[in-house]
Nanobody, 124 residues
Framework: QVQLVESGGGLVQAGGSLRLSCAAS????????MGWFRQAPGKEREFVAA?????????YYADSVKGRFTISRDNAKNTVYLQMNSLKPEDTAVYYC????????????????WGQGTQVTVSS
């Protein structure tokens, strides 16, 4: 069982930055691939970024955030991060952290555990 708690959301102006954190419980954190998804009102949950298990040597990004967002992990702290720069109003959503042991880290079904989410609001 893995419990995930996101933090770091908030209100920011367009062009600004935020860093989201996701703290995980359990001693097997490093064995999970980790992902960030987001869901805006009235829309489906969408993939944002993911990082492979163990050393996190492989990262994946949605085209909409590539070059602006960076995912990283610190296995010693059981934490995954999402650095978000050059934020746009269309980035406004609830952001969810997820842990998965399946293949295909871009899709929801690859993940076994989800956090409660943190709100990110970008004003124009």
């Amino acid at each position: 069982q893995v419990q995930l708690v996101e933090s770091g959301g908030g209100l920011v102006q367009a062009g600004g930055s935020l860093r989201l954190s996701c703290a995980a419980s359990g001693r097997t954190f490093s064995s999970y691939g980790m992902g960030w998804f987001r869901q805006a009102p009235g829309k489906e949950r969408e993939f944002v970024a993911a990082i492979s298990s163990w050393s996190g040597g492989i990262t994946y990004y949605a085209d909409s955030v590539k070059g602006r967002f960076t995912i990283s992990r610190d296995n010693a702290k059981n934490t995954v991060y999402l650095q978000m720069n050059s934020l746009k109003p269309e980035d406004t959503a609830v952001y969810y952290c997820a842990a998965g042991s399946g293949l295909g880290l871009r899709v929801v079904r690859a993940y076994d555990y989800w956090g409660q989410g943190t709100q990110v609001t970008v004003s124009s």
